[in-house]
């Protein structure tokens, strides 16, 4: 038999004392009284007097029981038919345990003034109490995606009240999933509480499908117990999608901010407040107000908001949308924002004769684009190969280059536009039918020399880097990327390149691994060469791709903004999801300082303070010293990028919760059950069910039943040999 609180147990029998105390005090003396006629009552006293001390110490031996089979109930004894050698810990519960957090931003959902990792944090700490001082936990949490043993019970319940809420690098599922994998080769029962909620974007196919290939091979001997803190009713309203649209008009900008409004089953009215300044000047405070009503929301519970900013001076603002009145999760009622106003750089296009009409793609594209989010609009010039030989590069006109299906060019005019790049300037570089195979001269520029065409008549894909490359920032993150349709953008011809050293990292390839665009730095510039060109005509019969005309002329224009940020600086947005590399132009400055949200400052290039998963550093100079790339963007609410020495701000971004974040949307508890397929997810919501759990899957006999009968008898027997002792 085994004891599940044996503590309670032994402090019942340490009571037993205070009956016998009881006992000893009321113990009768008569007084003796020489009588020698009562001689007969004194023999038939002394018969009485020994009926009376054992029916005393009958009753004592119940009064004794009482106390024991009280303390026993409490103990919640049971006995285990077959107890295992190694299998469970004495104090109930298996030798190796895992705690696996949900820590997103979706647990500062709070009721009754506690948030529900609070409410996950007290669970846990509850379990670890009835925890052997032997037993080896480990404690996950999504906002890191792992975990590790700890050293001892204690550190557990150290690192378990250490937790906080951090925007997700991992889901609930995935990090599930590492915690199975570390158990996998720990021999004996194991047990895996999962703490969180049932969020539907914790278990989408993809997560759920690398949890199900762990659960492989893990065996029976390991238990899931889910503590569900998932609402019973949701109260959130969430601000989503920002979208910042600047512009210019007359030479002061203009700064459109759209936001979407998602509100559950039930709806109310409220008001949205903006509140923006220039970081430069944060006493020049622009302030706007939107209401909204219950019946603004369309069938989908959702609505739109703009704000419209006009007349602004050039610098770069900053500032945030407040939702009122709040409601239970804070973190999606408030969404930060950077736009930058300043005055529009122009973009110079040569090609082929007729020139606008080569151009008028990759014109038209970055027209189009010219207004992203966070960004002012290009200007653009069209000319000829041989208007662009007679064009001054060195009067600061241009910012970039376009040079669309280029014919030899010369030393001289290559020299003139690596002397452009290296000073700061771009230039992308789209190899055509006018390419001579052979030409060193774009050898200083691109780093290698085109050598053959490349002809597939039944046409070639192009696959997009697995990372998150600059040149294709306009599509979002990686996951965007990844799922784009890029086999609608069918190549037939193209140019295979002899690279003097390594080939330049590659944004795009072909199906055959030969780059298809690619990107390096010269100088303080960048170079941007496609082996296919972005000029040809929708009527022309031999055109060697239809990456501008066919299906997949969508992915073009967010290509085209991609490579036009690149060669004009702006390498990344300025409003980010979290953990997104931050790229802000900082022209060269080396000694940079980051302003975090929290109000800390942390220098850039150093790593001492959020060092990466990994151990990486989280920022770091970039080596062609044009501008800056810092990672450690896991905090909410908006950054500066100042100069170390003079404190004076240079750059900016914000980081707003990415809507998966705080969307409290749950799946069933059945289609979890689907997920975890013929491994059983047991639902427990307290310490108590927990032991009940345990005691029906270990095959134990629970004695508590027969302890509370046992319990009641003795004390109405107690109750009735009372009675009749003392009546």
Known sequence: MSLTAGTFFWAACAAIVIPIAIHLLTRGRPRRVVFPPLILIEERFRTNKRRFRLKQ?????LRALVLLLFGLLLARPVWRRTPPADAALPGGG?????????????????????????????????LLDRFAADARVAVFDTRTGGGAFQVDRLAARESVERLRTAPARATLAETLARAAELLKSEPGEKEIFILGDRAAADWSAESSGRLARALDGLGGETRFYFADFTPETIRNFSLTDLRVDVSRDRGRGEAEIRVALSAPESRASGRLELTAAPITAPGDEINAVESFTDDEFDENNRLEKRFALRDLADGIYQGTIAKTPPDPLADDDRLF???????????????????????VFMKSAVGLQSAAPGR??????????????????????????FLLDPPPLGNELVGRIERFVRGGGGAGIFLGRQTVPGTAEYASLAGGTPVRQVNIPEGTPLLPDPGTHALLASFGTSDRVRSAPWSRLSVNRYWRMDWAENAPPAALRFADGAPALVERSLGGGRVVLSTTPFSDLPSDPKAWNRITTGDGAWLF????????????????????????TAAPNVEGKAKLEVLLPDGESLALGSADRFPGPDGSPVSSLSAAARGASFTGTGQIGSYRILDADTKTPLAAFSVNPRPADTDLAPVSFERLGEIFGKTP???????????????????RFDLYSLTALLFGLVLIAELWAAGRLYD
């Open 376 to 401: 002012a609009p290009f200007e653009t010039e069209v000319l000829s190969y041989d208007e662009f030989r007679e064009y001054s590069l060195s009067d600061g006109n241009a910012a970039a280059l």
């Open 337 to 359: 924002f950077t736009f930058e106003v300043r005055p529009p750089k122009k973009l110079l296009f040569a090609a082929p004769a007729p020139p606008e009409t080569h151009a």
């Open 57 to 61: 110490l009958f009753l004592l031996a």
């Open 681 to 699: 997810l047991i639902r427990i919501d307290s310490a108590d069910r927990l032991e009940a759990v345990r005691v029906r899957l270990d095959g």
């Open 557 to 580: 224009l967010l290509l085209a903004d991609g490579i036009a940020r690149v060669l004009t600086g702006g390498i990344e947005p300025l409003n980010l999801a979290p953990y997104e």
């Open 94 to 126: 298996a030798r190796v345990a895992a705690f696996v957090f949900d820590t997103s931003l979706r647990m500062n959902y709070e009721k009754s003034g506690r948030t529900r990792l609070d409410e996950a944090k007290g669970f846990a700490l509850a």
